[in-house]
């Protein structure tokens, strides 16, 4: 059964860190593009990265770039978002998807196949 699983979210504080964890089951993620796709209060998903299947190339929001980086290890069938630097408006839930064709450009949430669960992330003092 093809299933990704996140995990990392918590409650942090403004300018901390996290790094989220995405592990896939029952399929290869070489395959794959994965991208991080996140929801906050009130409004709808937005994807705000995705990685190539090889990992030479990512994309990034504007609302991150500069402090998320994503990156995979196909070799672990992992996928990852170290988040740096938080600001209480990047609190949501982080859902961890998998696309099958890289188009050059920072993926929306519809251009996914499949999800994860979603972890809640949090940012507060």
Do not use: H
Request: aromatic content about 12%.
């Amino acid at each position: 059964q093809l299933q990704l699983v996140e995990s990392g979210g918590g409650l942090v504080q403004p300018g901390g860190s996290l790094r989220l964890s995405c592990a896939a089951s029952g399929f290869t993620l070489d395959y794959y593009v994965m991208g991080w796709i996140r929801q906050r209060p009130g409004k709808e998903r937005e994807g705000i990265s995705c990685i190539n299947k090889y990992a030479y190339n990512t994309k990034y929001a504007d609302s991150v770039k500069g402090r998320f980086t994503i990156s995979r290890d196909n070799a672990k069938n992992m996928v990852y978002l170290q988040m740096n630097n938080l600001k209480p408006e990047d609190t949501g839930v982080y859902y961890c998807a998998a696309a099958s064709t890289w188009r050059g450009i920072l993926l929306p949430a519809s251009e996914y196949t499949y999800w994860g669960q979603g972890t809640q992330v949090t940012v507060s003092s």
